[in-house]
């Protein structure tokens, strides 16, 4: 056995009979971090010409040194022990004489699934042995973290769309589906955009991705040679919301003077229903009569209405990964990101696919700061999926004892300056 770089072709071929996969791990991904000034390679554990194992290396400069990452770990059988070790052994030697000082993977091995309701409804039984086998070969690990401490998340909320519409729209949180039914009678609608409509995303999702526009332009090119991506957004019809308001506001009135006149038809009669029904109806009338207000001036300033959110997704082995999502913040409270996810969801359920990757979320068993993303991406019906995190494999010892202390005295040097 030994360790060979792969080309596009050859990686592309073994992945096609790979069961488990993350569009991380693909050549399209890899001419984008190349592009992101990192040096991005694939590598196969070989024997008598058949690949055995591959994984993309993503090789950065860190405080000078020479760091690599494997996103979303190996594509490996971590269940087959020799193998893991062979890889391993072979890996680091191959990396070391690179001049890298470590790599770092967080493989897609998974611990745990919950149900929304916080509820283990799957335990990995391999999953120690698994662990153990990966410390007795020198990977340490990085912690159980419950956040977005390292390369990626090590929660993920998937949403099994292998089923009808009906059927998934069904298991939406309730509120949410309200969300849903009153952003389509607000006038908002759903469309498929492309490149060009890219800076909606940028300017909706810049606050919380840390990602250039050039970034987000690169994935968008890259995955668009094969059809993998998709791009969405929602849009709010500013005219259609003032006549859906205006209706609103009349039918709520006719009612709300209906209720007046037979308070006042009989005076003898006990009316303490009709009176709590008045009270009612005169808070929704108040409520009804501001958004009416709102309306006219949204369809006066915005005439051609108003992009409130917008989504991309990448598409991969039939799996939708929701790659980057934003909205506008002055708007929220029109639940169009609610419109548009469950619009996206819906149509790649017709066309067949099996899972909606709904991205990263926190550890859904903790309350956090988290808790508005968690809730949001398990409220479509989704399962909180557990990985094991991160685990760094040192592969040159002397150079990892010398990028520690530069780690060490950059950290020191950007305390003392902020």
């Known amino acids: 056995m030994y360790i060979k770089e792969l080309t596009n072709e050859e990686f592309n071929d073994f992945t096609s009979n790979f069961p488990y996969k993350t569009f991380y791990q693909t050549p399209e991904y890899a001419f984008v971090m190349n592009q992101e000034k990192s040096d991005a390679f694939f590598i196969g554990l070989v024997d008598d010409n058949y690949v055995l194992a591959a994984s993309l290396v993503v090789v950065e400069k860190r405080s000078g040194f020479k760091y690599a990452y494997t996103p979303r770990g190996f594509l490996i059988n971590f269940n087959d022990y020799n193998l893991v070790e062979q890889f391993t052994k072979l890996l680091k030697e191959y990396l070391g004489k690179k001049g890298i000082v470590a790599f770092r993977i967080n493989p897609m091995i998974v611990r745990n699934i919950y149900n929304n309701n916080k509820e283990i409804i799957y335990k990995n039984k391999h999953y120690d042995s698994i662990f153990e086998q990966l410390i007795k070969l020198g990977y340490n690990h990085q912690g159980y973290n419950d956040y977005f401490e390292n390369i990626k998340p090590r929660f993920e909320a998937i949403l099994n769309i292998e089923t009808t519409p009906e059927e998934i729209f069904k298991n939406i949180d309730k509120n949410y589906r309200k969300n849903i039914k009153n952003a389509i009678e607000d006038g908002i609608h759903v469309y498929k955009g492309n490149f060009n409509e890219l800076k909606y995303l940028y300017e909706q999702s810049k606050y919380k991705y840390p990602r250039s526009y050039s970034f987000l332009q690169d994935i968008y090119k890259h995955y668009d040679q094969k059809g993998m991506v998709d791009l969405y957004y929602a849009k709010l019809n500013t005219e259609e919301y003032l006549i859906n308001s205006q209706k609103e506001h009349e039918e709520l009135e006719t009612e709300t003077n209906d209720i007046n006149y037979k308070i006042m038809e009989d005076l003898h009669k006990d009316k303490s229903k009709l009176i709590n029904k008045k009270l009612t109806s005169d808070s929704l009338l108040n409520k009804y ?128 300056n902020s």
């Open 289 to 416: 009569e501001n958004k009416l207000i709102t309306a006219t001036s949204l369809l006066k300033s915005n005439p051609n209405g108003i992009v409130l959110a917008s989504l991309m997704v990448i598409k991969y082995y039939g799996t939708v990964y929701m790659f980057m999502d934003g909205y506008d913040m002055n708007y929220r409270y029109l639940n169009a990101k609610h419109l548009l996810l469950w619009k996206v969801i819906e149509e790649y359920s017709k066309k067949g696919f099996k899972k909606f990757n709904l991205g990263g979320i926190s550890n859904i068993t903790k309350k956090d700061k988290y808790k508005g993303l968690n809730e949001f991406r398990m409220n479509f019906g989704s399962c909180a999926i557990e990985y094991a995190g991160d685990f760094e494999l040192v592969t040159n010892n002397t150079l990892y004892f010398m990028y520690k202390k530069a780690t060490q005295l950059s950290n020191i040097t950007k305390k003392k």
